[in-house]
């Protein structure tokens, strides 16, 4: 048997439920072999309210853990948390030589909740070395709203506006996650491939656990495209595989509730509706 094998460069999340924890168990799930070059270990204090550390790993470690990745070979890539303008310039590097074009760019700037910037000068770093390489570009809406230099978005309008500039800067396609932040009675993404926009709606949940969300949706998109499906097939059926695993999302402890990553395996697919718009 063949594997598709698909890589994440992310950072790790001691607590499992996102970052190259996210990926792996998204990367099974979708019967794909999951690879790791990690940038960054991010650990939660439970002296401190949870917390975040992250520490960067040196960037000779960056390289070399993406030399033997590459050394094996990739059928799609996905990136993660990149702390400094060094790492993502790795990153970029890295993914130039696998020589796929399933590039998936998950342009993780905050925890959540946290609206903040990881590490000023990584937006344009990001812009310069990652965005024209991506397939497929997934920010939520702060993130949105930083690469393409609109700031705060709030509407749907908001959303399409800033995933033509994001395009603009090279991604093939993009995708803006709405979240809890938009006004919208449904849980609603929005996917732009240059010439259309669609509207992919799932119901809204009322939940805490959603921690790892952004990572699973990334990653579960990265292994679709890994395993052959057209870039709208791969989003869209993503999300039916996120929207899942925020509908079984579980309290880990009084800070942090992952979601199920296994959910739609274990229990199906959410449901999606997509409209053109
Ligand atoms: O969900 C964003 C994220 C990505 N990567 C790592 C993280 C987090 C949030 O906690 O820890 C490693």
Known sequence: MTLKKTLTIAGSDTSGGAGIQADLKTFQEHGTYGMTALTVVATMDPDNNWSHGVYTLPIDVLKAQLKTALSVGIDAVKTGMLSTEDVIRTAGEGIRETGTDH?????????????????????????????????VVT?????????????????????????????????KNVVIKGGKQLQHDKAADLYYDGSKFLLLESEKQDTLYTHGAGCTFAAAITANLANGLGVEEAVVDAKKFVAAAIAHGWKLNQYVGPVLHGAKNQHGPAEVTVTDI
């Open 139 to 171: 920010p939520n809406l702060f993130e949105a709203g930083q690469l393409s230099g609109l700031g705060k978005l709030t509407t749907i309008d908001d959303m399409k506006k800033a995933a033509e500039k994001i395009h603009d800067l090279g991604s």
């Open 103 to 135: 590039v998936v760019i998950d342009p993780v700037m905050v925890c959540k909740g946290e609206d903040e910037v990881l590490n000023p000068g990584t937006v344009d770093a990001m812009i310069e070395y990652l965005l024209p390489l991506a397939e």
